[in-house]
T-cell receptor, first 111, second 114 residues
Framework: GQQVMQIPQYQHVQEGEDFTTYCNSS?????IQWYKQRPGGHPVFLIQ?????EVKKQKRLTFQFGEAKKNSSLHITATQTTDVGTYFC???????????FGSGTKLNVKP | ETGVTQSPTHLIKTRGQQVTLRCSSQ?????VSWYQQALGQGPQFIFQ???????GRGNFPPRFSGLQFPNYSSELNVNALELDDSALYLC?????????????FGEGSRLTVL
């Protein structure tokens, strides 16, 4: 069945360093979403990518959707302690709004 | 705040018992999805309800069942609880059943099965 894999599982960075998490799907995705979950919290929607090769930016965050629509990445420039949390990618299966979530990348930022 | 509310926030049950979790969706949202999130894992899709009908199901046994009410609120019922059912249960509402759209998650119900 369809799977969404994420690497790395954990990332520890010094504040100010960059961070990247990668998401790979076993099948072509119609779209991909990214969520952030703070410790003890719930997933919060960050962005959705739909087009092949799409790149979107939100301040220090850059999201990319691969040309083949089977992979995606989230890059954070100059991390801050407020970036701490687990970042999940999510790809739809069968119909929209039903998603496979990756296992997440847990980011820890040392001040 | 997403406007999605879940209750209870925490509960403890023993093996074999039954549990009902509740979710009120964000105003204007007619689609509710339930996810199970085990510790250190990503959310796993359980099922989705649209206009009071089940609209897709993940790889969960029949002892996981649900309901959606005319006001779009929803319940998740789990019978014959097992230790592995211990997890955070997340409800997510959305406004578009068949188009890509943001999922609005509630704070979750943390279930511990002893």
């Amino acid at each position: 069945g369809q799977q969404v894999m994420q690497i790395p599982q954990y990332q520890h960075v010094q504040e100010g360093e960059d961070f990247t998490t990668y998401c790979n799907s076993s099948t072509t995705l119609s779209n991909i979403q990214w969520y952030k979950q703070r410790p003890g919290g719930h997933p919060v929607f960050l962005i959705q990518l739909v087009k092949s090769g799409e790149v979107k930016k939100q301040k220090r965050l850059t999201f990319q959707f691969g040309e083949a629509k089977k992979n995606s990445s989230l890059h954070i420039t100059a991390t801050q302690t407020t970036d701490v949390g687990t970042y999940f990618c999510a790809g739809p299966f069968s119909n929209f709004n039903k998603f496979y979530f990756g296992s997440g990348t847990k980011l820890n930022v040392k001040p | 705040e997403t406007g999605v509310t879940q209750s209870p926030t925490h509960l403890i049950k023993t093996r074999g018992q039954q549990v009902t979790l509740r979710c009120s969706s964000q105003s204007g949202h007619n689609t509710v999805s339930w996810y199970q999130q085990a510790l250190g894992q990503g959310p796993q899709f359980i099922f989705q309800y649209y206009r009071e009908e089940e609209n897709g199901r993940g790889n969960f046994p029949p002892r996981f069942s649900g309901l959606q009410f005319p006001n779009y609120s929803s319940e998740l019922n789990v019978n014959a609880l097992e230790l592995d059912d211990s997890a955070l249960y997340l409800c997510a509402s959305s406004s578009k059943r068949d188009q890509p759209g943001e999922l609005f998650f509630g704070e979750g119900s943390r279930l511990t099965v002893l």
